[in-house]
């Protein structure tokens, strides 16, 4: 398996230098193809107008690659939405978007509700709290996608920007985020040795095929990339699967204690795909001096959205049904 691994990373890994965006539009050209850049984003308000600018900028008024740009603002307490379109971008509240399907807290909510919105054959995920990046995380993603039919699914990596060990200029290390490389990369290869070679499996930043993201299922948390690559794995097999070395990312860090629930969302979601039987209702318990009594209950994640091509048909039979039995009102005369 590792083996195979290794060869799967020679054969599919590419950079994003590899992929100019004018290459790219004359094979976006000849398709043709829709492509959408989706943000999902919760508080971003300090970082949002600049990747919208930038992309904006780049790949929509200079080259045409991206067709539409959405913020899909997930229950944001600041003024993500309005920098967002001040900036350039369609804003979606996700609660707002098929509010008949109810709403979740959490980022791949947001991911699913965008499905409903977001118009492009190829859609393009990035995390709304980059600092350090470039418009070309677009074109390395849209590239594999763009150029070959069986490839599904282009996830992003990149070396992450850290202080040196004495606290002085930031270098970049090629390494993983914390859950990446003590949760996720070890589930990987302890359970699914063909994936080891995804040199980071739950990155926000990722491109994809509508077709194939609309056949899944989508936990509402940050379960989604894990789920979305386990998932397009066990379908399609490794040739759906590509990767792109973006350079170098820099982004907000967030506390411990929230890593420690998406690294419980994670390993959920690789439970349920070993069909193990993981709680319904999980909850993370953790310590905190600050709070009375020392011990926080975290509640976990743990729900997933259905396929949307599933749900849109059932709400289309639905919707059938109820206009078959309302009552005909005739119109005198007539």
Known sequence: MITRARAWFAARTTAATDWPAEELVVRKTSRPARVSVVIPARNEEATIGAIVRRIRADLIDATGLVDELLVIDSDSTDATAQVARRN????????????EFGAYHGKGEAVWKSLFVATGDI??????????????????????????ERVQLVKGFYDRQFAGDNGDAAEARPQGGRVTELVARPLLNLKWPELAAVVQPIGGEWGVRRELLESLSIPVGYGLEMAVLLDTWQHYGLDALAQVDLGIRRHRHQSVHD???????????????????????????QFDRAVEGGWVARPVPVQERPPVTSVSERYAERARIARARAPRIRTSGR
């Not at 995920?125 to 849209?142: P, Y």
């Not at 439970?271 to 709680?279: G, N, S, V």
């Open 259 to 285: 890593l420690g629930v998406m690294a419980a969302e994670i390993q959920h979601v690789a439970l349920l795909r070993l069909h193990a039987d993981p709680a319904a209702h999980a909850v993370l318990n």
């Open 88 to 99: 350039g971008a369609q804003v979606w509240a996700a609660a707002e978007i098929r509010p």
């Open 123 to 148: 859609l393009v995920f990035l995390d709304g709290d980059l600092t350090e990046w470039g418009s070309h995380f677009v074109t390395g993603l849209v590239g594999p996608l763009l150029s070959e």
